[in-house]
């Protein structure tokens, strides 16, 4: 019955590795989204699709590669990981586009770069 | 610069009172405004929306006020409980924004 899930939950790695997170959302939402909540609690957008298309990108370092293989599923893949991308990555969803549309937001996945 | 601000400091009050947590923005003019709960190690989940042309919005215990002349909103919680214990973060979106921005939030502390 979980709306918006996302893998692995904790992710602990080197510098320089690459990994990636997984989100699915059961909701039948059209837009996804990703986002980052630092240590200070700011939760900033990163990347928007709607409907498998990109309609946000904000300024994020070209390490971070989101994809949509559908509508229900966005992955986001970080390349050479740095000290300061550790964070909690939360994945959300709403029905549409337009920020009117509540937010479903999943656990988040809390990534810890050593 | 745009700027939202929330209390950065923890409101602790008694169980049974009511809380009242405040949302600042500057250089804006939101639209709309939404609030979300985060309990810790959690995501946030949506609670309320108010528009710009509503001056209030209640459901259940919570109530929310939006003051565009004080560039304010306020957050209510009424017979507040241990259970209400959690970060309340507020966020302003423009009628044309395809998402709205998130203030840091504030931390609520109901004691019993």
């Known amino acids: 019955d979980t709306a918006v899930s996302q893998t692995p939950k904790y992710l602990v790695t080197q510098m320089g590795n690459d990994k990636s997170i997984k989100c699915e959302q059961n909701?039948?939402?059209?837009?996804m989204y990703w986002y980052k909540q630092d240590s200070k609690k700011f939760l900033k957008i990163m990347f928007s699709y709607n409907n498998k298309e990109l309609i946000i990108n904000e300024t994020v370092p070209n390490r971070f590669s989101p994809k949509s293989p559908d509508k229900a599923h966005l992955n986001l893949h970080i390349n050479s990981l740095e000290l300061g991308d550790s964070a909690v990555y939360f994945c959300?969803?709403?029905?549409?586009?337009?920020?009117?549309?509540?937010?479903?937001f999943g656990p988040g996945t809390r990534l810890t770069v050593l | 610069s745009q700027k939202i601000e929330q209390n950065s400091e923890a409101l602790n009050i008694q169980e049974g009172k009511t809380a009242t947590l405040t949302c600042n923005y500057t250089n804006y003019s939101p639209a709309y405004l939404q609030w979300y709960r985060q309990d810790p190690g959690r995501g946030p989940v949506f609670l309320l929306l108010?528009?710009?042309?509503?001056k209030e919005k209640r459901k259940e215990r919570l109530k929310v006020t939006f003051d565009t002349t004080l560039k304010q909103s306020l957050f209510h919680i009424t017979a507040s409980q241990p259970a209400d214990s959690a970060t309340y973060l507020c966020?302003?979106?423009?009628?044309?924004?395809?998402?709205?921005?998130f203030g840091r939030g504030t931390s609520l502390i109901v004691h019993p």
């Open positions: 909701l039948g939402h059209d837009t």
């Open positions: 108010i528009r710009e042309n509503e």
């Open positions: 959300a969803s709403s029905p549409q586009a337009g920020g009117y549309n509540e937010q479903f």
């Open positions: 966020a302003l979106g423009t009628g044309g924004s395809y998402i709205p921005t």
